[in-house]
C-alpha cells in the first residue's frame, strides 16, 4: 500500500511503483486538468494534454530531483505542452479553438462564481445582474494575452507563489511579477464599471477575481499595485 507522505510517494514512484505514481495522479489529477483548460479552452485538447502530462511524468519521474515541489514540476510539463499544442496548431491563447466561447466556458471546470446569492428564492434582479458580472469577467480574462492569463492563472486560480510561477514558466520572479501586474490594470480597465452586486457586500471575492481590486474596494492586490 502506498505512502500517504507524497515525498515518500515520489520516493516510491521513482523506484517503479505504479501504485505509488496513480496516487500522485489522484493527488493532482484536478487540477492538472483545470490548468489544461484554462490555457487551451477546448475541453478534448486538455483531455488531451492531461494525459500526455502524466505520461510524460511517469516516463520522467527518475529524473526528479525534488529541486520544485511535485506540483511545480507537473505543472511546468502541463505548460510546456499546453504552449507546443498551441505553436503546433498556429493558435494564440486567448480564443477557443475555431469557435467563441460561451458563457459556461468562462473559466472552464470550477469556472468564475457568481457574485449574488444564486440559491432558490434569491433576488432575481441580483442573480441577473451577477450573470451579467460573470459575462463580463469571461470576456475580460479571454481577452488577455496568453502569457499574461496564464501568469494570472496559476497565480489567483491554482493560488501559486510568485517564485513557483516563476520556475514553472522558467523565467525570473520579476518578469512574472511584471506580467501579474500588466493582468491586473488591463482587468481593472475592462472591468471599471463594474461595481459589488447588490446583496453581496462581505462576500468571497469570485474565484477568478481574488486579489484582484474593483471599483470600490480598498485592499492591494496580493502587494501587487
Known amino acids: 500500500m502506498p505512502s500517504n507522505d507524497e515525498s515518500a510517494l515520489i520516493g516510491e514512484a521513482r523506484s517503479g511503483s ?10 493532482h489529477d484536478r ?46 510539463i502541463v505548460t510546456n505542452l499546453c504552449l507546443d499544442r498551441a505553436r503546433r496548431d498556429g493558435v494564440r491563447l486567448r480564443e477557443p479553438h475555431g469557435r467563441r466561447a460561451g458563457p459556461e466556458d468562462d473559466r472552464g471546470p470550477d469556472a468564475v462564481a457568481l457574485l449574488a446569492d444564486t440559491r432558490p428564492g434569491g433576488d432575481p434582479e441580483t442573480m441577473l445582474a451577477a450573470a451579467e458580472t460573470r459575462r463580463r469577467i469571461g470576456e475580460a480574462l479571454r481577452a488577455l494575452p496568453g502569457r499574461e492569463r496564464l501568469v494570472f492563472e496559476l497565480r489567483h486560480d491554482q493560488g501559486m507563489r510568485l517564485a513557483a510561477v516563476a520556475e514553472i514558466l522558467e523565467t525570473s520572479e520579476e518578469t512574472v511579477r511584471n506580467c501579474l501586474y500588466r493582468s491586473h490594470q488591463r482587468l481593472r480597465e475592462a472591468l471599471s464599471d463594474l461595481r459589488p452586486a447588490a446583496g453581496t457586500r462581505g462576500r468571497a471575492a469570485p474565484r477568478g477575481v481574488r486579489g484582484l481590486r474593483l471599483p470600490g ?9
Open 31 to 76: 487540477s492538472v486538468l483545470r490548468l489544461a483548460l484554462s490555457i487551451v479552452r477546448s475541453q478534448e485538447d486538455a483531455r488531451d494534454i492531461y494525459q500526455e502530462a502524466f505520461l510524460k511524468a511517469f516516463r520522467s519521474i527518475r529524473s526528479f530531483r525534488n529541486e520544485c515541489s511535485f506540483k511545480t514540476w507537473l505543472f511546468r
Open 18 to 27: 505504479a501504485a505509488a505514481f496513480e496516487e500522485l495522479v489522484r493527488r
Open 217 to 225: 474596494e480598498s485592499e492591494p492586490v496580493n502587494g501587487v499595485e
